[in-house]
């Protein structure tokens, strides 16, 4: 009943730009933290990206800084813009959310979507 759906992931050249989309359905995700991870091959996971219900500002992992920017509107949706992609930002990124994490912690999310894979090849 609860349920992520991301997409716009795919394939894109060295320095190019991609954004990405959430979308809840079962539940609104007003007062929840909702986030980006992903995850390359080889790696383990990494919180991209999160906006905490505590305070709701952005924050982002260092590596992309300056590069993605994580939004959201107030119930639906929430989008990772990411531009300057370079291979190490290869991987599957999920779209993540919690209603109890006041805080951007990985292992305090408990919905996941399923992911949608980001490519960056020439």
Known sequence: QLQLVESGGGLVQPGGSLTLSCVASGFTLEHYTVGWIRQAPGKEREEVACI?????????VDSVKGRFRISRDRVKTVWLEMNSLNSEDTGVYYCVASQSAGL???SGMDNWGKGTL???FS
Request: charged share 15%; hydrophobic share 25%.
């Open 118 to 120: 980001v490519t960056v």
């Open 104 to 106: 951007c912690v990985p």
């Open 52 to 60: 905490s219900r505590s305070d709701g500002v952005p924050t982002h």
